[in-house]
C-alpha cells in the first residue's frame, strides 16, 4: 500500500511539474511573441521616420520684429537628411508640445528663466541651461553640439550666431495670427519626430473644450483683458497677443481701439470703469517675472469696485506663467480655457 501511495505522489508530481512547465512555455511564448511584436512596431515607426526624411522645414512665420529695437529678422527653411535626436529648446511652448508629444533628445531648456510649472521636470541635471530667454549661453549651446535649436520671437537677435552652431527653426507664434501659428508649431514638432497621431489626438481635445468656452463668452456682452505690472496695468482688444480670447475663444470686446503692442497700451483704472466692461481678465506678469505681486489688492480699489465685472464677481485672475511665458503649446494652450471655464462657469 505504501509503494502504491509512494508511485501515485511521483506520478501525481510529475504531471504538476510537466503542467508548470508547459504553462511556463506558454508564459514564454507569449513574451516572447509580444516583445516581438514591440520591436516589430519599433522597427516599422523607425522605418516609416526614416523614409520621411530629407525633411525640409519652414519656420511658423517668415519673419519677425524685435519688440525692443524693431528689428526685422527673416527665417531660412532648414533641411533635415535625418531625424534630430539632440534637440535644443528655448521656446516654452514648443518644449510644451515635445513633451505632450512624447518627443525624447531634448538635451538642452532655457532653464535660467521661470519655467512653467508643467515643465518643472525640465530643471533636472540631465537637462543643461541653455541660457534664459532672451540671452542664450553660446558657448554651452556649442558643447552640447544639438542637431537642432528651436527659438522664437525673444531669442531672435541671436539668430545668425545660433546658425553657426546647429540648424534653427522659428517656432514662435504671430501676434497677428497666433492660433494658426500655434497649430503650425505643432504641426512642425508632429512631422519632424513621427508624431501625427499623437498630434491629431491631443488636438481633439480643442474641440470640445472650445465649443464650451465659446457657449460661455455667449452669455457676455463685453470683455476686457488687462495685464497687471508691479501695480500698473495695460489693455488689450483683438489686434494684440491675445486677440484669441476674442476671435477664437469668441469673447466680445468692450473696444477695440487699444493700440496693438505685445505689452498692451497704457490703461488706468479709470479707464476699465469707463469701459465697464461685464468681464474683466487679469494677467498676472508680476507673477511671471518672479516679483513679489499685490495683484487683488491693487485691483479691487475703490474705482474697480464701481464696475459690473466686480459687481458681479467676474473678474478673473489668469495663472501668469502660463499666459505670458509659456503659451503656444498644446498642454498650456488647453489649460487656458480650462482655467477660464473654471473661473466663469
Known amino acids: ?77 532648414v533641411t533635415f537628411e535625418k531625424m534630430p535626436e539632440k534637440i535644443a529648446v528655448f521656446d516654452y511652448g514648443f518644449l510644451d508640445t515635445l513633451d505632450a508629444l512624447g518627443v525624447e533628445g531634448v538635451v538642452g531648456v532655457a532653464k535660467d528663466s521661470s519655467l512653467p510649472s508643467h515643465l518643472e521636470a525640465y530643471t533636472a541635471d540631465e537637462y543643461v541651461s541653455i541660457g534664459n530667454l532672451k540671452e542664450p549661453l553660446l558657448e554651452d549651446i556649442a558643447e552640447l553640439s544639438p542637431d537642432v535649436i528651436f527659438i522664437s520671437g525673444r531669442q531672435s537677435t541671436f539668430y545668425e550666431e545660433l546658425k553657426e552652431i546647429a540648424p534653427v527653426v522659428f517656432v514662435g507664434t504671430s501676434q497677428d495670427d497666433y492660433w494658426n501659428t500655434f497649430l503650425a508649431s505643432v504641426d512642425i514638432a508632429a512631422e519632424m519626430f513621427g508624431k501625427e497621431k499623437e498630434a491629431e489626438e491631443y488636438t481633439a481635445k480643442f474641440d470640445s473644450a472650445l465649443e464650451e468656452v465659446k457657449a460661455l463668452a455667449g452669455k457676455y456682452d463685453t470683455s476686457l483683458v488687462t495685464m497687471y505690472n508691479e501695480g500698473k496695468l495695460s489693455g488689450f482688444s483683438t489686434n494684440s497677443r491675445f486677440g484669441y480670447i476674442f476671435d477664437i475663444y469668441g469673447f466680445k470686446p468692450v473696444t477695440e481701439d487699444i493700440e496693438s503692442s505685445s505689452h498692451g497700451s497704457n490703461f488706468g483704472f479709470e479707464a476699465i470703469l469707463e469701459f465697464d466692461p461685464q468681464v474683466l481678465l487679469v494677467i498676472d506678469r508680476t507673477a511671471a517675472t518672479g516679483g513679489e505681486s499685490n495683484i487683488e489688492k491693487d485691483m479691487e480699489n475703490e474705482i474697480i469696485k464701481k464696475t459690473d465685472a466686480y459687481k458681479n464677481n467676474r473678474i478673473v485672475y489668469l495663472d501668469g506663467p502660463l499666459w505670458y511665458l509659456s503659451g503656444g503649446g498644446l498642454q498650456s494652450e488647453l489649460a487656458k480655457i480650462e482655467e477660464i471655464l473654471a473661473e466663469l462657469k
Open 1 to 77: 500500500m505504501k509503494k502504491w501511495k509512494f508511485a501515485s505522489a511521483l506520478l501525481a508530481l510529475s504531471l504538476m511539474l510537466t503542467a508548470c512547465g508547459t504553462d511556463e512555455e506558454a508564459s514564454n511564448e507569449v513574451t516572447k511573441d509580444t516583445t516581438q511584436a514591440e520591436d516589430q512596431a519599433k522597427e516599422n515607426n523607425a522605418e516609416e521616420q526614416s523614409a520621411a526624411y530629407p525633411m525640409t522645414v519652414s519656420s511658423t512665420v517668415a519673419s519677425s520684429e524685435s519688440k525692443d529695437s524693431g528689428e526685422k529678422y527673416s527665417y531660412e527653411d
